[in-house]
């Protein structure tokens, strides 16, 4: 009996801390990839629920081509939102839907050297001076991802997902030019068809790709 009463004893002080790794609780950590990098803080519920927040910023750039025009992109990562994580195997694995409030846009400029087309017109370099000009998605968009985040235990733990942030169909803003034509209705004109033409060229982009990993510490 006293046997037994000893075997009970130490399964359960053997069954206690595991439990207790398993429990719901806070991790903290960092986040990047094509979002950016940033802060990343998260809360699992339970073996199926968790919830999720992250902020990512990064400076990159990039050229843009359009209409024979080539554009010096300086494009500008800040967004920020929250998840909501569903474990359906009560594992790592898990789905994922939420929202993000969306800053990223990408500053153009560029300064013709040569005659060329602008919203379909021939313009000189003179006439023109420098066109510069915004890209930006919508203030606040929907996102879905799947990946793996890591089982409900205490310590270092790794996640990734990839997915889409569905931001719209970019949009120009304020295209303008510096040259002798800068005021001229006409010019306004081909500058207004030009943003368009830009427009047409990135609206493969509505739908941002995701694809981050992260590390962090699980309390």
Sequence with gaps: M?????FAAVAAAAATPAFAQSSPGVSVGVTGGTLGIGPEAAYRFSNTLGVRGNATFLGVGRSVESDDIDYDGDLKL?????????????GGFRLSAGARINNNRVSLKATPSSDVEVGGETYTPAEIGVLSGKVEGNSLAPTLTIGWGGRMTRGVHFGIEAGGMFQGSPRVRNLTAT???ASDP???VSLREEAREIENDIDQFKIYPILQIA???RF
């Design 179 to 181: 040259g002798m034509l």
């Design 186 to 188: 006409e010019f306004q």
């Design 78 to 90: 800040a967004s920020g939102g929250l998840m909501l994580d569903l474990h359906p195997f009560g």
């Design 2 to 6: 006293k046997l037994k009463l000893l």
């Design 215 to 217: 590390v962090g510490y």
